[in-house]
């Protein structure tokens, strides 16, 4: 059976850094394209960062570009978004998702996903 968890949200101060893991279980990670995606309250759920199974080619989005990083280990079946930087306004429910690819394919609509994880919620403080 497929699964994905996810860890590492946490209270933070604004200024600070969390690193959320996401592990998978019951197939191979490394086939699969990963995404990371948060949903605020009373907000839609958005894109974060993704991360390619074919070249491990990664995507950012919006506020995420130059303060959260992806990134995976094979070996681990894990793939991690560490967030530096944080503000307030990255408070939200973070969630893990996988979808299979076997080409340089990078998805950034939820909907594309196969597999969710139940997330981790990160608050940040001002």
């Known amino acids: 059976q497929v699964h994905l968890v996810e860890s590492g949200g946490d209270l933070v101060q604004s200024g600070g850094s969390l690193r959320l893991s996401c592990v998978g279980s019951g197939f191979i990670l490394d086939d699969y394209a990963v995404g990371w995606f948060r949903q605020a309250p009373g907000k839609e759920r958005e894109a974060v960062s993704l991360?390619?199974?074919?070249?491990?080619?990664?995507f950012s989005a919006g506020s995420a570009k130059g303060r959260f990083t992806i990134s995976r280990d094979n070996a681990k079946n894990t793939v991690y978004l560490q967030m530096n930087s944080l503000t307030p306004e990255d408070t939200a429910v973070y969630y893990c998702?996988?979808?299979?690819?076997?080409?340089?394919?990078?998805?950034?609509?939820?909907?594309?996903?196969?597999?969710w994880g139940r997330g981790t919620q990160v608050t940040v403080s001002s």
């Open positions: 991360i390619s199974s074919y070249d491990g080619s990664t």
């Open positions: 998702a996988a979808v299979y690819a076997d080409s340089d394919y990078h998805p950034i609509y939820s909907s594309e996903y196969q597999y």
